[in-house]
């Protein structure tokens, strides 16, 4: 069976533009699956960069619009929805294309789930009670090397790592490295690799298009429904807009945040791929000097390879 591909890359990398050319050029068709943990929420399309109406009336996309903003939607729920929508769409004899905008969801995709404890509410109490100074201090005692991956403002995965460590006694990089070992055969990993500067500047297009779109206009009624609450309020672009329209912030201010912080998930992300490229059996594709037109080509003989070696 042809292995399906999980296309990944930074963000405004083109990878969804490559998914609807592989699954129009699929003998039988391709369907999309998102690995985005954004676009599940209803009502935020511009921010999240979701396919527009004639490109999901061109190509069934799966894993979008889901819940309301605001309702808790977990990487676990994510993982049993995907499977069960790769199933299908191969039960249809269609290729399932995977697009990787979350490269955890791509991760746990490929390697399955890493079984940590379960939440313990007063731990995380405790934790949630500090400092986001103290929080960090404290993860770099107990475990240097997440604090290396993650963020300072990243306080929700340093609570986590905190409550991992306090409840298992072992750093959660550790546990989560003995987590790497897992491959799976049925799925080709393809990445798309941008220079930091032609991906900078893809971004800043991106954001300007976004704005002309009318971003503010849906981050001002989401804000009238009162549903940007929990992950949802921390999704780039809304939250900066919402600086302004609630704080009073200047709006080319929090514009330009938006293209700062953008610029700065796409540094983190080359972090993710980094730990990607170890997937055997992977093709990764030089973006800036291969011609858009040429991706579908390759990634096509690409699994035709990967096939015959199965």
Do not use: C
């Not at 475990?143 to 290396?148: K, V």
Request: proline share 6%; no cysteine; aromatic share 4%.
């Amino acid at each position: 069976m042809t292995p399906f591909p999980v296309i990944v890359g930074p963000t405004a990398g083109a990878k969804s533009a490559l998914a609807l050319a592989l699954a129009r050029d699929w003998p039988g068709g391709g369907e999309v699956v998102s690995a985005d943990a954004l676009q599940v929420y209803r009502g935020m399309d511009i921010g999240t960069a979701k396919p527009t109406g004639a490109e999901r009336a061109a190509v069934p996309h799966h894993l979008i619009d889901l819940v309301e903003p605001g309702q808790p939607f977990s990487v676990a729920d994510w993982l049993v929805r995907a499977e069960a929508a790769i199933a299908d769409i191969r039960s249809r004899g269609r290729l399932p294309i995977v697009v990787g905008g979350t490269h955890l969801y791509v991760k746990i995709l490929l390697e399955g789930m890493f079984e940590g404890p379960r939440a313990d509410a007063e731990l995380r109490a405790e934790f949630l009670a500090m400092s986001p100074e103290a929080l960090r201090r404290e993860l770099e005692r107990v475990d240097p090397a997440a604090a290396t991956r993650l963020h300072p403002n990243d306080i929700r995965r340093t609570v986590r790592a905190l409550e991992v460590h306090r409840l298992t006694g072992a750093p959660i990089s550790a546990q989560q490295s003995q987590w790497d070992r897992a491959r799976r055969p049925d799925a080709a990993l393809i990445g798309l690799d941008w220079a930091s500067g032609a991906i900078n500047a893809r971004i800043n297009a991106r954001v300007r298009t976004m704005m002309e779109r009318g971003l503010l206009d849906e981050t001002r009624s989401l804000l009238a429904r009162g549903v940007l609450t929990g992950q949802a309020a921390e999704a780039l672009g809304y939250k900066q807009l919402v600086r302004h329209l609630v704080g009073g912030e200047p709006l080319e201010q929090a514009v330009e945040a938006i293209k700062i912080e953008t610029r700065r998930l796409a540094k983190n992300q080359r972090t993710w791929l980094r730990r990607l490229r170890a997937v055997p059996g992977g093709l990764w594709i030089d973006a800036g000097g291969v011609p858009e037109a040429d991706w579908p080509g390759l990634v096509l003989r690409h699994l035709g390879t990967a096939a015959g070696r199965a």
